[in-house]
């Protein structure tokens, strides 16, 4: 606790003391495009950049997809098992000034232990480290500096959460990207994406789409179906 605290007080220390900063970094801890965004044309572009076609030999982009997916998972399965932790601006004891622009009301009830941003996006950075050391030292830094510390800054996450994020996002991809397939599947995906290239691209854009957004489209989907079935 002492060392979030450290670091949450003394970020916290040039809250308000410059209205444009403050609403600059809302504004981008707000943006899919620079968040998600970013680190997926980074992705589309080591998919491509070999063979120009996303599913390789390799079946890179598969691993990814699922990597990430399972990393989000996990993710969500620790937040809601472990014990509740809340995020710094609803917990008193941490004693900030939440910024300018943060409904206070944001993300109340929900556990900030690990950050999904976190875990998602680190996850993804690991991918992009994966195809291309280079481009995957800038989607870390990305990551920390334009994802993950925006939300600590603007009182959304602990440091430990971001840390815990990031440590279970990156096992989760390494070990799905280092993990055995079945031997058919490498071919029965080629002949697939020679047979339905359309099919192929579209649903790979729709996925990487959502991951960009956090999926909040999709959850706002099936909430509002869940709502309309259950007639609330």
């Known amino acids: 606790m002492a060392f979030d605290l450290t670091i949450i007080h003394f970020l916290n220390g040039f809250a308000g003391a410059s209205p444009t900063?403050?609403?600059?970094i809302y504004v981008v801890a707000s943006s899919h495009l620079l968040k998600g965004g970013v680190l997926l044309a980074l992705l589309w572009w080591c998919w491509a950049r070999r063979t120009g076609q996303p599913l390789g030999s390799d079946l890179y982009a598969v691993r990814t997809l699922a990597g990430a997916l399972i990393a989000i998972?996990?993710?969500r399965l620790m937040q809601n098992e472990l014990p509740m932790r809340l995020r710094p601006a609803h917990d008193p004891a941490v004693d900030m000034h939440v910024p300018p622009y943060v409904k206070i009301e944001t993300l109340d009830g929900w556990s900030s232990f690990p950050s999904d941003h976190a875990v998602l996006f680190f996850a993804l950075a690991t991918a992009v480290w994966w195809g291309s050391r280079r481009l995957g030292l800038?989607?870390?830094l990305w990551t920390l500096v334009v994802i993950c510390l925006p939300r600590v800054y603007l009182g959304l996450h602990f440091p430990t959460d971001i840390l815990a994020g990031a440590v279970v996002g990156a096992l989760v991809m390494v070990a799905m990207l280092?993990?055995?397939l079945p031997a058919f599947l490498p071919?029965?995906?080629g002949?697939?994406?020679a047979a339905r290239p359309g099919l192929v691209y579209s649903a790979t854009f729709l996925v990487t789409l959502q991951m960009a957004t956090l999926f909040?489209?999709?959850r706002r989907l099936l909430s509002g179906v869940a709502q309309v079935l259950l007639g609330k």
């Open 187 to 189: 071919a029965w995906m």
């Open 191 to 193: 002949r697939l994406q």
């Open 216 to 218: 909040e489209d999709s």
């Open 178 to 180: 280092r993990v055995p």
């Open 21 to 24: 900063v403050d609403r600059a």
């Open 73 to 75: 998972a996990v993710g």
């Open 138 to 140: 800038l989607a870390y």
